[in-house]
């Protein structure tokens, strides 16, 4: 068994506001306990272990007590205090980031690694419904109500673009999957072939006019321009990404094609013939997706096609919540069943879905190999407890699509009526 | 406009038994009413014309009498008798056919161009959802239960081989939805393409075992085994298909690698590389897709992949009732997010939807084709209210895929732990 630590230094936790836990009212007195593990706190080890599948993991507690199910444990996980592995037992999804952040939990070895096991240990558990009816019961996103949205999205992307240029492509600045055709391209590669991927799904051709809900930091907005001559309108309610966007389409002279617009996707207004949204859908919630498919019918054009591209699940189910508490409020990620509800009221028609989920795990490997890179300035700009929390957040949704926990769909459609359809999905392909 | 009569003769309506309605009791006597049509007689036809959103086609009336809210109708419909008319207006989707089927009503031109010029006039008319409420109130399938769906699938398929081989193609007897990658495919190419591009989706490999759910003459089993060496267990509950499925078996020398079995799909046995069905969810009813699920968790491996290729719907309503009660019994096309319920509950992992519409058009086009040069032929086998009968049947089906009222989706999908996935669908296309 070969491990590696990943961190040396312990973190001064009492940097790490936002991404600490303060909910039992642990003080900085109580951690590093060193008091004995107790039979009570062994019995306690038993109890998180068996609750979440029984992975082959080795726990290590404050005073060096070894516990594992497996003769082979693949990581380690250090609990540094008796109050960390009761938060871990009330709520292991949800404290486990807070803790981890914090420096109070540590994984010695591949953080990756550790979360895949633990998540493929929940999968395969026969209680994995149960838990996650337990979790869903525990955790409610925050409502993306139109003031709601903007007070979630906000909390996530106007963090500060410089931070998201440390480690996304620096081609088109794409905060969502890449795609792969060919597994050895590079990040930069594997964004442009991703739009190019999304362009052609939507068959767009010069003086198409597009409208984008959701549009970051206004990387395919400005490639749809620029490559296939569409007039695009864009619509994001992130001013700290929209400032970003408006800059880089006056620089690259496309001002006049593409216009970036401050507002909520339900304020759409215009007719256009593309209707077009990558990774916006996880912070819509289920709840609207009706009134996003109003949306949609109200702005696309009779002979109009459209791409929704977002993360899913297979079955429906929450975003982690610590997830969903500290890095993405409001995210939800819904199965196929649950995103129809957009299209079958419209009699939308649906074309054509594709899975991408293992080209997510591979984009986010390449962000937190950047990141990592970057996690000293990153800590100087931030703190460890931000660094930490932010790795976890990469590794957590790699193991998440490498397991199967997470899937990414995208979904094209068309109107019912309109019979300008492609006879094969060839030209995709050339 | 260029109207051609299809049909000169009028039928011997009393040869027309299970074609012909009797639902009130209507004589001989009462049909080729010499009486001359009213003001009330037309105040019905102006009624009818306006329930199905006003199309632009003609009505004319058994004493000549024409009607049209159009200043260019399309196609001509007459109405022998006074009878008739009251049924269209009862119950236009349900008489309409039977009342075809014996002469009593007649489309002057191209039956597909009337039955398309209806259906869109119905979609765009704003009280379609109403429509559609008021037919699902009015029709409900027949059951699928194990007994049901025997009587169901016995009335349509167990008909005659006979009848089905001057239609179908001659290569593969395939009663389902073509492929035409290229739009100049004869209708052989395209169905032996379909299976092909449903092997491909499979990724199927020499020794893989397949089971088959539902598998009308046999020929994408024997495909599988001839052309990329799989073992497949093929399920299917009429007889006289099986009668010939075995048949070709023997003479094709794969009698050692394919196996017909006459039952349920619901009594599958064994574990297997791959599932497959192909046009049989159509038979299943969306009651029992939950089952359906259950089925395949049963009896798919680990690392197995699945296809399921379905007439659909863009959102949920009902089959033709006509259709339903006099050609398929206990048919149901679902919309994606009904058939979700086969996936979902098992954590499948939906990798690929493929929407196939016109190409169904299109298999139907050639279909109906071939029926018309044998039509002499099957009205001696049968008898002209039959023949009618199925004509109105394949017209129509081309009219539903045309219009987008039906849809085709191809799904493929395999467990959520399974990361055997190919990083494009370009395999597809080579």
Known sequence: MELKLRSQERPTTDTARQYQTNALGITQANIKSRARATAFDQWMVRKMLSAIGDPAICIVLWDGTELTTSSAPTSVLTIHDRQALLMLLLDPEYYFGDLYSSGRVEVLGDSTEFLETVYLAIQKCASKSGWHKLMAWRHHPRTNTLRGSHGNVTHHYDLSNDFYKLWLDNEVMQYTCAYFPQEDLSLEQAQLAKLHHVCRKLQLKPGDTVVEAGCGWGGLARFMAKHYGAKVKAYNISHEQLVFA????????????????????????GTYDVFVSVGMLEHVGVQHFRRLGDVVDRVLKDDGRGLVHSIGRNSPGLMNSWIEKRIFPGAYPPSLQEMMDIFEPHDFSVQDVENLRLHYSKTLEYWLENFEKHSDSIRYQFDEAFVRAWRLYLAGSIAAFNTGELQLFQVVFNRALSNDLPWSRSHLYQ
Chains 1, 2 share one sequence.
């Open 246 to 269: 408006r800059s880089k389409a006056l620089e690259q002279g496309l001002a006049d094609q593409v216009e970036y617009l401050e507002d909520d996707y339900r304020n759409m207004q």
